[in-house]
């Protein structure tokens, strides 16, 4: 009997070990960056998300552990131009009011290398959930100058934005739209193991 219990425990300690191994890392916004570009006319428009929070398992070499989660609050969306910022806050597209959070919860990673890895996961804005994938670049895991271990990673998908209930748009007279569909999402995202 004791020895059938020690080796249920050992089992239990090796099926245990890799997730044990797994570390969290919050998101440092002082390094990381939520970036969108949508086509207007005939140019691109680019703009960030300046509030946001989030955090991230990873374990180098296990990406059957990786995870991750965000929360942006949309009225941070940032053209650089107050007009146009006022009315992309508006019912017309994100509707901060009704719909503060922007949020985005993992389901998956695939494809991964040492390098590269595609994250699976469910975007919601404006109260619309949505699967997207990100392809995500592994830019490194290490101590920074004051011995915190840091991780950091780019990762970028495209999304319709009609897709989520955005569909505001005005037709010119050669037929064109003033505002595209869809729209390219960059993070540059750094981490600090907790």
Do not use: C
Request: hydrophobic letters at 40%; zero cysteines; glycine letters at 8%.
């Amino acid at each position: 009997m004791r020895q059938r219990l020690g080796w249920v425990f050992v089992a239990g300690l090796v099926l245990w070990a890799p997730v044990a191994q797994a570390a969290t890392y919050k998101t440092d916004k002082d390094h990381t960056t939520i970036s969108f570009k949508v086509r207007h006319l005939f140019s691109k428009v680019e703009g960030t998300f300046n509030d946001f929070e989030g955090s991230f398992v990873y374990e180098p070499g296990h990406p059957e552990q990786w995870k991750a989660q965000a929360t942006v609050k949309a009225a941070s969306i940032d053209t650089r131009v107050a007009e146009r910022d006022k009315h992309l806050r508006s019912p017309d597209f994100l509707n901060v009011d009704a719909y503060p959070d922007i949020t985005f919860t993992s389901t998956a990673v695939s494809d991964a290398t040492a390098t590269t890895a595609k994250l699976h996961g469910l975007l919601t804005i404006r109260g619309v959930q949505k699967p997207v994938v990100w392809n995500v670049d592994i830019l490194g895991e290490g101590k920074d100058p004051w011995g915190n271990v840091r991780a950091g990673f780019t990762a970028t998908t495209t999304i319709n934005r009609k897709d989520f209930g955005i569909i505001w748009n005005k037709v010119l007279e050669t037929g064109q739209v003033l505002v595209g569909e869809e729209v390219n999402i960059t993070l540059e995202v750094e981490g600090v193991k907790q």
